[in-house]
């Protein structure tokens, strides 16, 4: 049985085959949710002035099985939301994960150290991913050294991050596609030649990452 291509990150929803699967992230108060597979998240740029009915929604529909995990949520320094009610949304929605036992999947922008702070306060006992991570291998390092995940995404095509996919263990990355429209076999394949692996190979283990922290079977 071959692995399929994994899009751990997407705000464009296809179709699942045999060949590839996408993780589709639906945020609270702006997109439907859908009965497929996908991520639910309140974005730190999308908080309603009453995110306590935020946090409703997300804690009743984030117990959908087809829910696999919480997110994208987090911190972003260059969005117009108030940075405290940014972090109080994010420590909540981390009890949240807690709770509902889901990995968390981390929008993070200029705000890396408050991000590990926070996860660290609110004692995360779940996977975290840092999604749409192009930012230097020390910091890379430093997540994880933390234990977290890594999802690297397009921009990995035009600022060619070399030292960060050759620095990265294969057994803590994830790929994904976010808003862009490039497509998930285009981030694979050159991930594989910067880091002169077989492209199966990464297809296995990124699979294999997938199915180990979001406990998910794809049907095979
Ligand atoms: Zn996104």
Not at 11 to 40: D, G, R
Request: aromatic share 10%.
């Amino acid at each position: 049985m071959r692995s399929p291509f994994v899009n751990i990150h997407t705000h464009h929803y296809k179709e699942n085959t045999a060949e590839e699967f996408s993780l589709l992230n639906i945020i609270v108060s702006k997109n439907y949710l859908i009965p497929q597979p996908c991520t639910l998240g309140i974005h730190p740029w999308y908080v309603d002035r009453n995110y306590e009915a935020q946090f409703d929604v997300l804690h009743q529909y984030g117990k959908q099985q087809n829910i696999l995990a919480i997110g994208e949520c987090g911190l972003d320094k260059l969005c117009d939301t108030e940075f405290h009610i940014q972090e109080h949304v994010f420590r909540k929605q981390i009890v949240i994960a807690n709770c509902l036992n889901k990995p968390l999947i981390i929008h993070c922008v200029r705000a890396y150290q408050e991000c590990i702070r926070i996860l660290r306060e609110e004692k995360v006992a779940v996977p975290v991913l840092f999604h749409g991570f192009d930012k230097k291998i020390e910091l890379a390092e430093q997540l994880l050294g933390e234990g977290y995940y890594l999802s690297l995404g397009a921009s990995l095509l035009t600022t060619k991050k070399d030292g960060l996919i050759t620095g990265i263990p294969l057994d803590r990355i994830f790929l994904e596609t976010d808003d862009k429209s490039s497509k998930i076999v285009d981030i694979y394949t050159y991930f594989c030649r910067v880091q002169k692996i077989d492209l199966n190979l990464l297809k296995e283990q990124v699979y294999k990452n997938f199915v180990d922290i979001f406990n998910y079977p794809l049907g095979r």
